[in-house]
């Protein structure tokens, strides 16, 4: 699955793997997996790998023929190199690429597809950061400018990945508490970009976040220069001080 996609700070998304056991209860990717991928939900947190789609009785394909179980869709691997225009990629929109149940074949594979299409900018997510200082030791962890490793975060004691070797990022969304700052802030290290946004969906005991939640995320960016996109959810919420900026412009 290649697409154009509504996520605001990309312009597509791939996704080469989908599923994931992290089991976060606002996830909007599994309310998707299970409304698109019919009724084959195994539930049993098995990996899975397809060479090519898999199919309906009627002919048509299912994206996710094994519900929100990982799955390698390695028949999707050639997908960028098709793109010719230059496109801000979001790489496993559907999954965390990035997860300690990912074999690091899979991601060593992706990387490499990645490589051969370097047109594009690729944007990596997840909620695992230390998986990326483990493939930066085994030397998997492609070092290029197109390549963009960020933090999924939702409250500040979560952990960051963040490098002055890479371009990183953190993507806190949902905001679940307030934010004096990030972490890293004492460190040599920052990130390149923060993305933030609000719980978006219907999912009883959904967080809507207060106005001062923010603060020190804006505080911060702005005495550190680092770009802040904000999501179409915090508009509304933070009237004049709204802003979505790239790190790229």
Request: net charge negative; glycine share 8%; proline share 8%.
């Amino acid at each position: 699955m290649g697409q154009k996609t509504k996520i605001d700070w990309c312009d597509s998304s791939w996704n080469p793997i989908t599923g994931c056991l992290h089991g976060c209860p606002y996830c909007y990717a599994r309310g998707m997996a299970r409304r698109f991928g019919g009724k084959i939900i195994t539930g049993h947190d098995h990996l899975y790998i397809l060479d090519e789609p898999a199919r309906r009785a009627d002919g048509t394909i299912n994206p996710y023929p094994y519900g929100f179980d990982p799955t390698y869709h390695k028949y999707r691997l050639t997908i960028p190199q098709e793109w010719k225009k230059p496109q801000t990629i979001f790489v496993c929109s559907m999954a965390d690429m990035f997860g300690d149940w990912v074999p690091e074949d899979w991601i060593d594979q992706i990387f490499t597809a990645c490589l051969a299409a370097p047109q594009h900018r690729y944007l990596f997510l997840t909620k695992n950061g230390k998986r990326y200082m483990e493939l930066a030791k085994n030397g998997v962890l492609v070092d290029r400018e197109n390549f963009w490793y960020g933090c999924s975060v939702t409250r500040p004691e979560e952990p960051f990945f963040f490098s002055d070797r890479y371009k990183t990022f953190a993507s806190i969304e949902p905001i679940l508490e307030p934010f004096d700052w990030v972490p890293g802030l004492n460190h040599i290290e920052l990130p390149d970009w923060i993305i933030t946004g609000a719980e978006t969906g219907n999912r009883k005991g959904k967080v809507k976040p207060e106005r001062d939640w923010l603060d020190g995320i804006i505080n911060g960016c702005a005495e550190h220069h680092i770009p802040l996109f904000m999501k179409e959810s915090l508009r509304e919420l933070t009237g004049s001080d709204f802003k979505q900026e790239f790190p790229w412009d």
